[in-house]
């Protein structure tokens, strides 16, 4: 009974080990692990596709999905020149 706690105690600590040493590389870069998360890639996008091949019904609700994206990629103001007149005017209107 004794030699199974210590193998869970043993398995426990070593995942906890792992675990900070992950969040260590990610904190320097290195590699994305649990919280920056990782980026929607062609993957995920090639995955639906197909799943939608498979499964019709799936069509609008990515095509939803990906129009959403899309909405919160454009959503902003345009870029400001800094050198135009635009961009030392500001937003004040002639009028």
């Known amino acids: 009974m004794l030699r199974i706690a ?11 080990l792992v675990d900070r040493v992950l969040l260590r590389l990610e904190a320097k870069g290195w590699l ?31 095509e939803v999905r990906y129009e959403e994206q899309r909405d919160e990629e454009d959503c902003g103001a345009p870029p400001v020149d800094p050198d135009s007149d635009a961009g030392a005017r500001g937003t004040q209107q002639d009028g």
């Not at 210590?6 to 906890?16: D, E, K, P, T």
């Not at 639906?48 to 091949?53: A, D, E, F």
């Open 6 to 16: 210590l193998l869970v105690a043993g398995a426990l600590l070593a995942l906890i």
């Open 32 to 62: 994305n692990y649990r919280r920056n998360g990782f980026s929607r890639g062609g993957a995920a996008y090639h995955t639906l596709q197909l799943s939608s091949i498979f499964d019709p019904s799936l069509k609008p609700t990515i």
